[in-house]
């Protein structure tokens, strides 16, 4: 073959590339109930909600409701673990069903995601390095922020968090930050906070379990007053599929009545998140 | 080495300005660190006494014992044999970077629970997905090569194009833009292919260029006279001109070879489980995730040692020709 014939076939297979597929209604949950089988995407970095356990499995409560779920679809659970940027971004393309992994419903969510149903809740907390002086929320004016990239935590810290889901109890803004930065994880920021206070970072904004394991873990950071806004946590799937979004709402609203997901909730924090106090 | 000859000089580290001058270096850098809190300041303490007070004497006693140990290291290395001068400074290197880790009190039995997931997870999906991507990189390579040095403005302008492109993005993007992207066209591709292709998308660009520029190295006197004996094209090449071109070219491959293997971790990015995902994920829990990723590290590192050792042999093998 010529390198001209060649290059021919390339742009031949290329342009077959380009014909897109059209999804339809319905299509998630046949899918799944054809495969037997519900891909669930989650964070496998996100400790306790999603992480690796001593026998190298996925594990923790985002991973123990998904389960619940597929059990009460009649279908097995498969996991797989995109980065969290790759699952908010949409366009999933069919290569998972469902999100369980703690998202925030929020109106700019709600374009590409439906949300069937709110789950829990996280109380959202500040956490300052031990050796700190701050005593109040006010004494964080100008402080050096870190959070998770794209979370609510830097919403809240940039002020420009929505929580517009139902049920999602008011917030206000304690503290004006003079810069906040952001980290692929809540780990990185929790390392540079342990540096000492200011020496990276003055503040952390996470939630309130993940700043619990880190201080258990000797960790010397303290957290600093009450929550700062409670975020309403929820499954996703992309728009689409009523009858799906129906199964997992059914699912949930099971797992609430029959207290399943309270137990899971004090199983994996040690206090039931699923109601606002 | 450079240029072996058969002058015989006074070794550089046994003349006596050198070995001063180290001294001085040496002795200046260390009094600039406070070193009388180390486990060091208490190995002196029968000089210095209480290192905790010893003030400027201790931190004197303590760069001086150093910048002696360094300069007599040096010198009497200098009179070893050059086989075993390698061997000492690798094993000296290797037990300061041991008595760096050290430092950071990682728990062992943790990183020897986790090892053997981390081998038969990580450390094969890395392999696989790093060879998949060398061997269709190297296939793009010759392709790409041989299209840039045709005559054809198609297949030039095609070629350029490619590795203008491949080369002038971040990797990282690369793999974003292929595993978030195609879906868009309508081809959903899963993660480890989507890793594989951004790996020998990127990787055939680069070794495109090494490819063109070896084959470009040898004299045109060699294509002149394999014409007028009335070879074609294809037995010019493989006969002649990249018999002569491979030794040029493999050495920067072998480059891109212990790169790529390294390069390959960024595709834990879109949720493939690799070495470098594992290193993120496993400790994460406990918060023992320096010990998982010093293991990772190592295990790129023997990994990497394993591809400089074939890559030297093959550089003998055709080194062959050099010998006296």
Known sequence: ?277 | MLYPDTVESEVLVHKPWFVATLFAAVLVVFLLFNLTGTSFGELMRPVIGDPGTSGLYGRFAIAFAIAVMFALNVVLIGFAPLRLQIAIVWLELLILFLAFFETFHLSLPFIEEKLPFMITQGLVTTIYVSAISIIIASAIAVLGAVAKLSNNGFAYAIASFYTSFFRGLPLLMQVYLIYLGLPQLGFVIDAVPAGILALSLCYGAYMTEIFRSGIQSIDRGQWEASRSMGFGFGVTMRKIILPQALPVIIPPTGNQFISMLKDSSLVSVIGVWELMFLARTLGQKTFQHMEMLVSAAMLYWILSICLELVQSRIERHYARSKVR
């Open chain 1, 1 to 277: 073959m010529t390198s001209f014939a060649r290059l021919a076939t390339v742009a031949a297979s290329l342009a077959v590339v380009l014909v897109a597929i059209p999804a339809n209604a319905g299509a998630v949950l046949d899918r799944v109930m054809a495969a037997k089988t519900l891909k669930v995407a989650t964070d496998a970095n996100w400790a306790p909600q999603s992480f690796m356990n001593d026998k190298n499995e996925l594990d923790g409560f985002d991973v123990d409701v998904a389960k619940n779920v597929g059990q009460r679809l009649g279908v097995k659970v498969e996991f797989v673990t995109p980065g969290w940027d790759i699952i908010t971004a949409g366009k999933w393309a069919g290569r998972w069903d469902v999100d369980v992994g703690s998202m925030t419903p929020s109106k700019e969510r709600a374009k590409i995601f439906d949300f069937p149903a709110v789950y829990y809740y996280t109380p959202a907390v500040v956490a300052v390095h031990k050796d700190s002086k701050a005593t109040k929320f006010s004494d964080l004016d100008g402080k050096v922020v870190g959070t998770t990239a794209t979370s609510t935590f830097e919403a809240y810290a940039k002020q420009d968090l929505t929580l517009d889901a139902s049920g999602a109890p008011p917030f206000k803004y304690e503290f004006k930050p003079k810069e906040v930065k952001s980290y692929a994880n809540s780990t990185t920021a929790f390392d540079d906070l342990r540096l000492g206070d200011g020496t990276r970072l003055d503040v952390v904004v996470s939630s309130l379990p993940s700043v619990r394991d880190a201080i258990k873990a000797g960790y010397p950071i303290k957290q600093l007053g009450e929550p700062v806004f409670y975020e309403p946590l929820a499954i996703a799937i992309e728009h689409g599929d009523k009858e799906f979004s129906d199964k997992i709402a059914d699912a949930i609203k099971d797992m609430k009545a029959d207290g399943t997901l309270s137990k899971l909730s004090v199983k994996w924090y040690g206090i039931d998140y699923t109601v606002v106090k």
